[in-house]
Structures are given as structure tokens and as C-alpha cells.
């Protein structure tokens, strides 16, 4: 029920003509400009299904964008900007997960499985390694089908 | 009346399906030859009715049909008969007939260009493909049928999704379901094996083709969905990581680690059952992709509906296909390490290298995607993993990959010669070198880009030099077997693919700006002036035309024509104007008037300039076309000395 | 025996997926939890529907808790909500303010007149800007501010009898109890 709601405020929100994630802003200079789109590219449209505050075209994601915009002109710095984001909508807000205790097995668990899968690696490559060693070193190269080994 | 026979017809190939899927499996295992030999015929027949039942979908859009709920819900009178095709598999129902379909395709081209496997294993392959089509009929018949009716019946239809309405959409989802489901096949081959206890590697051999096709059609599936993206939605990226995208990258990565290593099986015999168990993971990825969009479990600009019904019947369904599977090996995996032994310095190592980073990334990018379900369910708080950490931590892992590409082909089978290696390191090194210090000073010392140039030129290079040292060392006619050729496109294909994507993300430059007609604005090297808005229409919208004269020292190179659609059903779709290039492509987004309702003064318009863009999909096409050539290596055909008497030689589908 | 890790490995993801399957019935994946329970509220200033004279403050409402209900003429889902309120909204024993979020003051007032007007209070935010401080981001949506002036509450979503009686009304009562 709830979902159903929740879609047909989007539809009704995105179908709005009004809004529009093409929204020219008065920069001071193209080098803020290209800041704002990198820091509204990492912050998340909360009503959109998964887009950035930089693409989306809902009204939300433009009176965002408009916050953004009046917090880099009072001089805020990028992180206290996201900070800003986070305290009024949680991390959620934020495509770059912070990392803390709850991220912790986000962050390294690739990290992990490179680890593990290393030393698998490395065992089954000796392992090979020691069978090869004592084999002449043409048999070791000799090519098992018809091909040449190239 | 016909819609009711579409449905007949994919009861009847379901249930031809339970025959494939169970008769010559145990007609296998009790030595049966007449229920092995009801595979192929079964196989064809289920074939049959699941092409009746496509066409009969297909008829039902094309005359309009909307007593079918279907129908109605993606299609309507003012739609085009080429999109109404294509509506045939814009939601959930066509989707999974689709797929199914495809899946009746590859098993068919099976039937046909299996007669050199012997007849057992045969069976057990085209047995297993049965019981993946019951599973997948099944479903449709009992939850997802297309063939609904919705009485009263409307008078005219929704609407294809606006977004859906593009020639990407026409070949996006079939090409990118026969990579998918492609892998079906790989799956099949190691499940025979397993049962089978077949213990040589021969069957590698015949499984290759197969799997190369099937990744190389994958690879062209995600480049179209890539392309339709940038040019459909308006915001100018070609990738966000999105569930959807990664449901088709996981496969991806994992196939592409799979056609590596049954070269090593195949070859020298070894790692039989890391290679078996790769393929097992390529297609388990491929189901698990098809349930993260179905099921609701995830958010996704582009899930189908969800329903916690379809989303249970398709976690059972890999329960027991994955799960039975991953069983499967756990039990009869080869337990004693056979084939040849390789040296530390070898193309194995190599090769072993490269798979391990691709894997990593694989249950990286498996790991990010699930996070916030695992969030919520360790109660670890609603977290977003976006870009910011994918990109990230892929580009990590891929830089060994990169690093270590141009050695490949110079390492060879078991025992590689670092002596041949280190005059290329230094004749790659220094291009790569050179040419970076060259571009730092066209792109104002940005180092992404920089890196991207040296990375680039190193694959490109020393993928080159292979090029040059085989074509002045062996004889014509012999200097690129069908199988090295595809691999060097590939691995040239890589090094374009990251000039593209290191050159665009760096130097693309991007502004939302408030034009008035004749009003000019300097974006990169180019002058854009805005010429104004007109109204147009098309068969099933109407809208506004901007015009756009893009100008370079004064002489027009383009006349660009962003339009703003409203359709048929209200839906408004921004259709970008994009002027392609080789080396950059410019990109116009019309949005709104600034003052609304005067469309004849100023309006907002997105101006981008994208340079090297058309690389990233130019170096996926490279990998396709490497996959496609690979397959055609006449080895794979040909028939080992110990043949059946009779079997004739047959080419596979490629 | 390491061959059967795979399986494992999948058995756990067979496990978060049905889990996943299950929470999605009782939850709406786009409901992002307040960073501000147990938070102030955010100062604000706005001025009283149809009045703009008039205005009211953080510091106005000081003193007793009550509930802030974020709604518009357009949402459809206020629509649905909206008889609840009515219904339920006295019996509830707190100061009932409506948030006016996003509307033309002449819509708003007319779909009150219309549906009939629950509240003791209508707050109007049409630019929507004080709403970003309370984390906003849909309607209709409902804050339990305490008489310190504190969150203690957030609805995502439509009140329902059922919300009503098992989320809201047990925190208004922790409130009550710790009244001196």
C-alpha cells in the first residue's frame, strides 16, 4: 500500500513540468560550477529510484541542489556540506558510504577476499611449481594438443 | 481465442521441458539409449511452442490486442509498430518469455552442433538445459503469464515506457539475454561433466566455442545498454552502478575469467575444477541477476514490478538450481589435482592472476550491491554504496589486470621466459611514457587523464608488438590461429576501453545555462548558440524542438536538436541531441523556459562536451569481436583422434 | 572439504535474499530513518496558513508536545490520511499542527474546507525550506515533537488506526510519563 503511495507521488512529482534536473545556477566561475556537479553527483535523490541530486529532476532534488548551491557560496567546504545533508537525512544521503563500524566489512571485505584468494593462489601456484621443477623443462612446454605452444 | 493458445503453448513446452529436463538425464546415468536419443527431438518440439507463443505475443501488440492486459499496459494505438515489437519485452511477462526463448535458441543450436559429443554426455547437457527451461516456463505459466486477459477491454492502451521508446531498446535486452543466458551453456557442459564423472578435460574443449559467444554477446548487450543510457536518459553518464547494470556486470567479469581459464584446462589439463566451478558461479550470477530485478529486494531506476510471490518462486528456483549445483561439485569435483604442473613464471600464473582480481571484483561489486539489504537485515543503519565506492575499488583491482596484460601473450604455457618479457616491458613502458608526458600538456596536467594515456598506450603497444613479432616469425597462413587473434583484439579492445573511460570522466565538461535565442555560449572548444525553440510532433508525441549551432572559429560544424516530449500518456522524456564523434562527442539537453509558458524567450539548456567517449564502447566492441573470433578456432571443431564411429564433423553455432 | 564453501557461501545469500523478500512485505525500501529522534527540533519561523501576519515559532510551541503533520493539496496520500485525522486526531490529547508543505496557500485552504480541517493549527511552508531542516522529503509525513522541543517521533507515510495505536500513541505516553 505504502509503495503504492510513495510511486504515485513520484509519478506525480516527475511528471511535473516544473522541475528539472537542467537548473543554470549564477556560479561565481566554471570551476565552482564543476565542484557543484561533483559534490551533487555523490548526494542521492531521496524520492527518485536511484539517482543523483545531479540528474535527478524531481522538486526535491532541485530545492537540494539550490541548498547546496547557498552553502558553497556562504564558503562551506565540501564535507561540511555533505555533513549538512547527513544531519537532515541521514548517511543514507551519501552515494560514498562513510566508513565506520557499520561499513567496516563494506569497505574491506574485497580486501578480504583478494587476501584469501591470494593465498590460494600462491599455494596452488608452488604446488605446481615443485611438480614442474622436476620435470624436464621440454615436457613442461610440450604442447598437448596438435597447436604449437605460442 | 489466439491469445488462449499462446498460453496452451507454453503449457505444452513446459511440459515438453520436464520431459527434456528428466528423461535423458536418466536415460544417461542407466545407459538408455532411447531416452537419450528423446533429447533433441524434445528439445525441438519445446522450441516450437515456445516460438508460437513469442510469435503469438508479437501478433498480439502488432493488431492492437489490448483484451490482453499486457498489451495494454505496454502498448497503444499511437505507438509505432517497431516499438510495439519491442514492447513484446518491456516488462516483467515478455521479459521472461524472452529469456526463455533465448534459452530455446541456444538449446537448439546445442541440438544441432552437438553430434561429435558422445551420446551420453549429450544427453546430460540438453537435459540440463530442459530442466533450466522447466523452471523458467514454469514461472511464466504459474505467475507471469502474458497471455492475461483484462476484460472489460480498453479502448486504447497505457503506453510503452517513454524511455523504452529507442532503437537501443530493440536490441539491448535480446543481445544482452543471449550473453545471459548463454552462459546456460557453460553451466550444462560442467553439470554433464560432474554427473558424468567425466574426468578428462576434453570436454572443455567442445564447451569453449559456447562460452566465448555467449561472452561476447554479453559484452555487446552491455555496451548497447551503456550507449542507450547516455543517448535515452538524458544526464549525459554511461554507467552508475546501478543494481540492474551490476546484475549484468557480475556475469560479465566472471565469463570473462572463465573463457581464461578453460584455456588453461583445456590446453594443459589443469585446474579442471576451478574452471568447472567458474562456470557454475558465470551462470548462477546470471539467475541471481534475474531475480535482484524481479523480486523488490533491492531499489532500481530499472527493476520491473515487484511481487514477494514471483520473488519467492524465483529464490526456490535457485535454490535448487544453484544450490544443487554448488552440491554437485562440493561431492564430485575432480579431488586430485591433474594436467601439467606450471612454473611460477608461466601464462597459467598469469592467467590465475587475472582471474583472481576479476573474481575479487565480481564479489566486490556482489558485496556492494547487496550492502543495504545486508544493512537492514544486521541492523547496521540505511547505508547508499554508489559510484564513490564501486568506481573506486574497481579501478583498484584493475590496475594489476592492465599492468599485467601485455605479458600474456608473450608468457607461455608452463614454463615462461622472463627474458622475453623485459625488452617489451621497456618498449611498452617507454611509448606508454612518452606519450603521457605528450598529453599532459593537452589536458593541463590532469593526472586521471595522464594515467589513462599511459595505461592505454601500454596494452595497446605491447599488444602490438605481439602483432609484429608473430607476423615477421611465422609463415603466412599460420601467424594468428582464430583463437590468439580474438584474444589480442580483446586484449586490444581493454586498451582502448580505458583511454575511453579515463580520458572522457576527466576531461568532460558540462553546463546547465540560461540561453535567449542568438544568445552564444563557449563550452570546451566549441561556440553553441541557441537558435530558438519550435514545436514538433511525432506518432505518438508532441513537443519542442530547440535548435543549436554548434560553432568552432566561426564556421558551423553541427545544428543540434534537443527536443522535450510530452506523450501520449503525459509522460515527458527529454530526447538529447548528440553530435558523435571519434574524438568527442557534443551532447544537448533541452529543459524548461526559464519564464514558464514563454517558449519564445530564454531557456534552460545542458551543454556537454565529451571527449574520447565513443572508446569506451568501441573497446567493448573489440572484446565482443574478440569473443566472436576466438569461438571460430577450427581446434574446437575438429574431432579428437578418439572419435565415435559415424559421428560426423559439425561446426558450432558461432 | 573447503569445496563445500561455495555452498555455504550461497546458503547465507539464500538467507539474506529471503530475508530481504520478507522485510520488503512490512517495509517500504524508500523510507530513510531520522537522523533527528531524540534531536531538537530545527528552529523555525513560518507564518499560519491564510494569515501571513501571523507567525509562529519553535519557541511558540515550547511547553507541550505535539504533532507536526507535513501534508499538501496535492498529495494523494494526505487524501488518504486525512479522515484519520479527523477521526482520531482530538482523542489523541495533543496539539495537532498541520504543516502546509509546498502549496499555494489558496489550494491548501480550499482542500481544508473541503475535507474539513483537523488541525488546531496550520503552519505554511511554501518554499519548503524550513521542511529541509526537518529532513523532509515526501508527505505525508508526521513529527512527535516533546515539550522540550525535542523529536521524538517520525512518521514516514500515511497514519493509520494501526500506526496510530501501536507507534504513536506509546510514544506519546513515554512523554506523558515523564512529565513531572
Known amino acids: 500500500m505504502m509503495r503504492r503511495v510513495v510511486l504515485l507521488l513520484v509519478l506525480l512529482v516527475a511528471t511535473t513540468v516544473a522541475a528539472q534536473a537542467i537548473d543554470p545556477l549564477p556560479f561565481k566561475d566554471h570551476a565552482q560550477e564543476v565542484r557543484f556537479q561533483h559534490l551533487t553527483a555523490q548526494l542521492r535523490c531521496l524520492v527518485c529510484q536511484n539517482e543523483s541530486l545531479n540528474d535527478s529532476n524531481a522538486d526535491l532534488a532541485r530545492d537540494l541542489r539550490h541548498e547546496v548551491f547557498d552553502l558553497m557560496q556562504q564558503g562551506k567546504s565540501d564535507q561540511q556540506i555533505k555533513d549538512w545533508m547527513v544531519a537532515r537525512y541521514s548517511k543514507f544521503v551519501l552515494y560514498d558510504p562513510p566508513l565506520d563500524a557499520g561499513t567496516a566489512l563494506l569497505w574491506f571485505g574485497p580486501l578480504l577476499v583478494l587476501v584469501l584468494g591470494g593465498v590460494a593462489l600462491v599455494v596452488q601456484v608452488r604446488r605446481r611449481a615443485r611438480a614442474a621443477a622436476t620435470e624436464p623443462a621440454s615436457a613442461v612446454t610440450e604442447s598437448n594438443d596438435s597447436g604449437e605452444n605460442w | 481465442m489466439i491469445p488462449e493458445l499462446g498460453q496452451l503453448a507454453l503449457i505444452l513446452a513446459m511440459l515438453l521441458a520436464l520431459v527434456q529436463g528428466v528423461v535423458p538425464i536418466v536415460g544417461a546415468w542407466r545407459g538408455n539409449n532411447a531416452m537419450m536419443s528423446l533429447a533433441r527431438p524434445v528439445a525441438a518440439g519445446q522450441f516450437v511452442f515456445v516460438a508460437l507463443a513469442m510469435g503469438i505475443l508479437i501478433h498480439a501488440f502488432l493488431t492492437f490486442d489490448f483484451s490482453v492486459g499486457y498489451v495494454a499496459a505496454n502498448s497503444n494505438l499511437a505507438l509505432p509498430w517497431y516499438y510495439r515489437i519491442t514492447a513484446v519485452w518491456g516488462a516483467h511477462e515478455g521479459s521472461m518469455l524472452l529469456w526463455v526463448f533465448i534459452l530455446n535458441v541456444w538449446t537448439v543450436a546445442l541440438a544441432m552442433f552437438s553430434r561429435q559429443l558422445p551420446e551420453a554426455f549429450a544427453a546430460r547437457v540438453l537435459g540440463v538445459m530442459g530442466f533450466i527451461a522447466l523452471g523458467f516456463l514454469a514461472f511464466i505459466v504459474f505467475t507471469s503469464n502474458p497471455f492475461l486477459r483484462e476484460l472489460p477491454m480498453q479502448p486504447d492502451g497505457a503506453d510503452l515506457n517513454p524511455v523504452l521508446q529507442d532503437p537501443g531498446m530493440t536490441f539491448h535486452p535480446p543481445v544482452l539475454y543471449m550473453g545471459y543466458v548463454g552462459f546456460s551453456v557453460a553451466f550444462a557442459f560442467s553439470i554433464a561433466a560432474l554427473l558424468g564423472g567425466e574426468l578428462e578435460q576434453a570436454w572443455v574443449r567442445w564447451a569453449r566455442p559456447w562460452t566465448n559467444v555467449a561472452w561476447a554477446f554479453l559484452s555487446g548487450g552491455i555496451v548497447a545498454g551503456s550507449w542507450w543510457a547516455y543517448a535515452e536518459l538524458g544526464w549525459g553518464g554511461w554507467w552508475f552502478w546501478d543494481p540492474v547494470e551490476n546484475a549484468s556486470f557480475m556475469p560479465w567479469l566472471v565469463g570473462a575469467a572463465l573463457v581464461h581459464a578453460q584455456a588453461i584446462t583445456e590446453k594443459r589439463g589443469s585446474l579442471r575444477s576451478w574452471t568447472i566451478l567458474l562456470s557454475l558461479f558465470a551462470f548462477s550470477l546470471s539467475l541471481l541477476g534475474t531475480f535482484l530485478v524481479r523480486s523488490g529486494v533491492l531499489t532500481s531506476v530499472h527493476a520491473f514490478a515487484s511481487d514477494p510471490r514471483r520473488g519467492l518462486y524465483i529464490l526456490g528456483f535457485l535454490v535448487v538450481v544453484i544450490g544443487g549445483s554448488l552440491l554437485l561439485y562440493a561431492v564430485r569435483a575432480p579431488k586430485v589435482a591433474g594436467g601439467r604442473a606450471f612454473a611460477i613464471v608461466s601464462r597459467e600464473t598469469a592467467i590465475l592472476i587475472g582471474n583472481l582480481l576479476l573474481t575479487t571484483a565480481a564479489a566486490m561489486v556482489l558485496l556492494g550491491t547487496l550492502f543495504p539489504l545486508l544493512g537492514d537485515a544486521l541492523n547496521l543503519g540505511k547505508v547508499s554504496v554508489g559510484p564513490p565506492y564501486f568506481g573506486f575499488l574497481f579501478n583498484l583491482l584493475m590496475l594489476p589486470v592492465v599492468l599485467l596484460l601485455p605479458f600474456g601473450p608473450y608468457l607461455r604455457w608452463g614454463k615462461g621466459d622472463t627474458g622475453v618479457l623485459k625488452p617489451i616491458a621497456l618498449r611498452a613502458g617507454l611509448a606508454a611514457i612518452v606519450c603521457a608526458v605528450v598529453a599532459a600538456f593537452f589536458v593541463d596536467n590532469r593526472l586521471k587523464a595522464i594515467a589513462g ?87 505518438n508525441w508532441r513537443g519542442d524542438e530547440g535548435v543549436v549551432t554548434i560553432m568552432r572559429d566561426g564556421a558551423t560544424v553541427a545544428t543540434m536538436h534537443p527536443q522535450k516530449r510530452t506523450y501520449t500518456r503525459g509522460q515527458v522524456q527529454t530526447e538529447s541531441a548528440i553530435d558523435a564523434g571519434i574524438f568527442r562527442d557534443i551532447y544537448v539537453a533541452l529543459g524548461e523556459p526559464m519564464e514558464a509558458g514563454n517558449h519564445e524567450g530564454a531557456w534552460a539548456l545542458r551543454l556537454y562536451q565529451k571527449p574520447f567517449i565513443r572508446w569506451i564502447w568501441l573497446g567493448g566492441l573489440f572484446m565482443m569481436l574478440g569473443g566472436f573470433v576466438a569461438a571460430g578456432e577450427r581446434r574446437f571443431r575438429v574431432q579428437k583422434a578418439r572419435s565415435e564411429a559415424g559421428t560426423t564433423i559439425a561446426e558450432p553455432a558461432a | 572439504m573447503s569445496r563445500l564453501l561455495p555452498f555455504f557461501a550461497f546458503v547465507g545469500l539464500v538467507a539474506l535474499f529471503g530475508f530481504g523478500i520478507w522485510w520488503n512485505t512490512k517495509h517500504d525500501l524508500r523510507e530513510v530513518p531520522s537522523p533527528l529522534i531524540g534531536r531538537a527540533a530545527p528552529e523555525f519561523r513560518l507564518p499560519v496558513l491564510g494569515d501571513p501576519g501571523r507567525t509562529v515559532s519553535k519557541a511558540d510551541l515550547l511547553g507541550k508536545p505535539y504533532l507536526l503533520n507535513v501534508f499538501g493539496s496535492w498529495c494523494f496520500a494526505c487524501g488518504e490520511e486525512h479522515p484519520v485525522l479527523m477521526a482520531e486526531g482530538k482523542a489523541l490529547g495533543v496539539m495537532l499542527v498541520g504543516y502546509n508543505y509546498k502549496d499555494e496557500p489558496a489550494a491548501a485552504k480550499g482542500w481544508l474546507a473541503e475535507h474539513g480541517n483537523p488541525y488546531d493549527l496550520v503552519i505554511a511552508d511554501v518554499e519548503g525550506r524550513t521542511a529541509i531542516d526537518f529532513g523532509v522529503y515526501g508527505a505525508p509525513e508526521t513529527f512527535l515533537v516533546d515539550g522540550k522541543g525535542v523529536i521524538r517521533y517520525k512518521r514516514i507515510g500515511p497514519l493509520t488506526p494501526d500506526v496510530i495505536e501501536h507507534e504513536l500513541k506509546p510514544a506519546l505516553a513515554k512523554i506523558a510519563r515523564e512529565a513531572p
Open chain 2, 453 to 539: 594515456v599511459a595505461g592505454a598506450v601500454w596494452v595497446c603497444v605491447g599488444t602490438l608488438l605481439y602483432v609484429i613479432k608473430r607476423w615477421r616469425e611465422m609463415p603466412r597462413g599460420r601467424r594468428f590461429p582464430a583463437e590468439m587473434a580474438g584474444m589480442l583484439l580483446a586484449h586490444f579492445g581493454v586498451g582502448i576501453f580505458v583511454a575511453g573511460v579515463m580520458l572522457s570522466e576527466s576531461l568532460s565538461v558540462e553546463r546547465d545555462v540560461r540561453m535567449e535565442p542568438g544568445k552564444i555560449v563557449q563550452l570546451g572548444s566549441y561556440d553553441f548558440r541557441f537558435d530558438g525553440v519550435r514545436e514538433t510532433s511525432g506518432p
